[in-house]
């Protein structure tokens, strides 16, 4: 009897030719998530999570302007994106420090490929900030006093960075296989954005090819004047790191014409995105600026309330109503002709020198014209209304330039009285937060004087009952009105002790 052995053959498939594609996608994913749990982007991202909390709630005193909104996004995002470069770096360096490097020679995924994976890995980090740049920017834009648009451009700055940075940070790991050079990069950037001030190139020039371009400024302006190139800032950033990427992968081994090409193509992205938004402001936005500073009537929407006329820039035409009741409460408590005086409440800027301009606004010299700003809410409240009072009582804002007597007392008890909390509007619209001494009151244009003397008789009339101060105005108005009325005489006829001083000089 002969029997027969039969030997079973396994047979191995080659790797199908989209097979290394599907690898590098696995080992991103897998790679993606070590990385954000890694103890320090854990702590970026709870402190990232931390600072959004911290910030949105009252950002621009629950008044925000969302054309800076987006730009607020920008900075928390900073914070995850090095310990992306921190974590990415170390992810690379993994094998290297485990001495299992020579494995990966058995495996199909070669360096360049790998290298590929890594930078992948970045995008689950990339995505978690886009969320919460998202939640910021809704925080903000949800508030019922939010005006304005954001830009989207300016809103994918966060996200694109942190890739950047991740990026940078598998290429730092390509080129200097240490460990030590990771963290050290890591602590250079810091300490470079925390101590480095920003160049003075002006609003355009180098600095647009920083990650993060901040333009300092305590006003906003519509959205037509800013002038910043966020499209094509995003589109550098974007290109910047998938060239660093690919670098990496070059640096790796990849020698491939699709790589190369790749290569080329998102450095010619970078350039030009680089020169594109380092070039001149456009001369329509100088135009346009120059229009809305000198005559913002040409591009404003006036509207009337209670008979006066409020003319605003159209992303601030929703608040015309807040202003309103601002002017209607502070008329409401004067007598004489200001009780039922026309007003022209104009909002007015100077927007010629850009986001970071602080050009002082030169009072109108129109009769009974006020000026508002574009911000609102907090102390610009007070100042606006103290800026009503100013022109019920010296009928103009001009007029109030030299005012040092005794019509301030009416003026500060008219513009805060009738506020939720009158005592703290007082401190708040005084530039030294005090209740007591000489001060500058300030106010959307020229600030005003308030002397010790002034500020005790304002402070008492504060005190007492509040439609007995009002009577005492309504009675007396014409002659708490009249120029050189003296600060004792005020307080006279509004039943507050007369002050013992009250011919010092008013602050200014």
């Known amino acids: 009897m002969s029997a027969v052995l039969d030997e079973k053959v396994t047979v191995v498939q080659a790797p199908a030719a989209g097979s290394p594609g599907r690898a590098v996608l696995a080992l991103a994913l897998f790679e993606g998530r070590r990385l954000l749990l890694r103890l320090p982007m854990l702590g970026a991202l709870a402190l990232y999570a931390v600072w959004i909390g911290w910030t949105a709630p009252d950002y621009q005193d629950g008044y925000p302007a969302l054309q800076d909104a987006d730009r607020a996004t920008q900075f928390g995002p900073l914070l995850v994106g090095l310990a992306a470069l921190f974590c990415a770096n170390q992810a690379v360096l993994r094998s290297k420090r485990r001495d299992t490097e020579r494995h990966f020679g058995v495996l199909p995924l070669e360096p360049w490929r790998r290298t590929a994976a890594h930078a992948l890995s970045v995008v689950p980090v990339a995505l978690l900030v886009a969320a919460g740049v998202g939640v910021q920017f809704g925080w903000s834009a949800l508030k019922s006093g939010a005006v304005g648009s954001g830009s989207p451009a300016e809103l994918l700055v966060g996200p694109l960075a942190v890739l950047l940075f991740g990026a940078f940070g598998v290429l730092v790991a390509r080129l200097v296989p240490s460990g030590l050079a990771g963290p050290l990069i890591v602590l250079f950037l810091f300490l470079a954005a925390v101590m480095v001030a920003p160049s003075g190139d002006g609003e355009r020039g180098a600095h647009w090819l920083e990650p993060v371009v901040s333009d300092a400024s305590g006003n906003s302006l519509p959205s037509d004047l800013l002038g910043r190139p966020a499209a094509w800032h995003a589109l550098y950033l974007a290109a910047f790191a998938l060239t660093v990427a690919l670098v990496a992968m070059v640096v790796a081994g990849g020698r491939g014409w699709a790589l190369r090409g790749a290569l080329a193509g998102a450095l010619a992205l970078a350039v030009t995105g680089g020169v594109l938004q380092t070039g001149a402001l456009p ?80 009072p109108s010299a129109a009769a009974h014209h006020v000026t508002v700003g574009t911000a609102w809410g907090g102390n610009r409240v007070p ?126």
């Open 383 to 508: 100042e606006f209304s103290t800026a009503v009072a100013s022109v019920l009582v010296a009928g103009s804002e001009k007029a109030t330039v030299d005012l040092c007597d005794g019509r301030m007392v009416t003026i500060m008890w008219l513009g805060i009285s009738g506020l939720p909390d009158p005592l703290r509007s007082l401190r708040n619209v005084r530039l030294d937060d005090s209740l007591y001494g000489s001060a500058i009151v300030l106010s959307p244009t020229n600030p005003l004087g308030m002397t010790a003397a002034q500020t005790d008789v304002v402070r008492e009339l504060l005190g007492k009952d509040h439609d007995e101060v009002e009577a005492r105005v309504k009675a007396h108005w014409t002659e708490l009105t009249a120029p050189k009325v003296s600060t004792a005489r005020a307080a006279a006829l509004l039943g507050a002790t007369t002050p013992k001083k009250g011919l010092e000089k008013c602050e200014r």
């Open 283 to 362: 001369k329509s936005v100088v135009t346009a600026r120059e229009r809305a500073s000198v005559s913002p009537e040409k591009v404003q929407n006036c509207v009337r309330r209670d008979g006066s006329t409020y003319c605003a820039f159209p992303e601030w035409s929703r608040r015309v109503d807040t202003w309103a009741g601002v002017v209607h409460e502070v008329q409401s408590l004067a007598g004489g002709p200001a009780h039922d005086q026309d007003l022209v409440i104009r909002q007015r800027i100077d927007a010629r020198y850009g986001l970071e301009s602080d050009t002082a606004l030169q």
